[in-house]
């Protein structure tokens, strides 16, 4: 019999079953060993400009001193680390355009991000970044990328084949000399 499966080997030949390199109970992870890998990190440049532009939007000024105050009113996944602002372990971007293009520039049009389209891009962008309105934000960035248009793939039916609009068979229509031809060749039954 041949096979690849282990199960079904030749006694005496065969592949052996794949080895396993931890054993059960081998690698037990608690709560504060997880919380100490590190995350990912951004550059200290944009750093700097979260925290400029931050400090002058009024929202993320405000939602970094409730924090601080520990207000009940602020979402519990909101926290504030170095005068920045996360949601759930992402950066908070402030309400600043030049910001997010920037952001949407790296992770949508650099040549290793690769014009993925929209769900990937967001996808993206959302495991390190949050901002009000991200969905319809990045998905009219990717419309209005011109390589992403052009490369997309059609999503419709192929085109059919020219059909020809002529009836074979003579018609009615036409002015009264034409209609009067017609009819004339007409074998009424």
């Excluded at 030749?10 to 590190?38: C, D, H, N, R, Y």
């Excluded at 002058?56 to 001193?65: A, G, N």
């Excluded at 952001?103 to 949050?130: M, P, W």
């Excluded at 490369?151 to 068979?169: E, V, W």
Aim: aromatic letters at 10%.
């Amino acid at each position: 019999m041949l096979s690849r499966r282990w199960d079904h080997a030749l006694e005496g030949g065969g592949e052996k079953p794949q080895m396993s390199f931890l054993k059960p109970g081998q690698l037990i992870l608690s709560a504060v060993q997880l919380s100490t890998i590190p995350q990912n990190t951004l550059s200290d440049a944009l750093e700097d400009q979260l925290r400029k532009a931050g400090m002058q939007d009024k929202e993320y000024r405000k939602t970094i001193e409730a924090i601080r105050q520990k207000d009940q009113s602020v979402d519990p996944e909101f926290e504030e680390k170095n005068e920045l602002l996360f949601n759930a372990n992402r950066w908070v971007v402030p309400a600043s355009t030049e910001l997010k293009l920037k952001i949407l520039r790296e992770c949508q049009d650099s040549k290793v991000a690769g014009h993925f389209g929209t769900y990937k891009t967001l996808e993206g962008i959302r495991s390190n970044f949050y901002w009000a309105n991200m969905d319809t934000y990045v998905r009219d960035y990717v419309r209005s990328c011109d390589i992403c248009q052009r490369d997309k793939a059609s999503r419709h039916a192929k085109y059919g084949l020219l059909q020809n609009t002529r009836n074979s068979t003579p018609t009615m229509a036409g002015h009264i000399d034409g209609l009067y031809n017609r009819v004339a060749h007409f074998k009424w039954f």
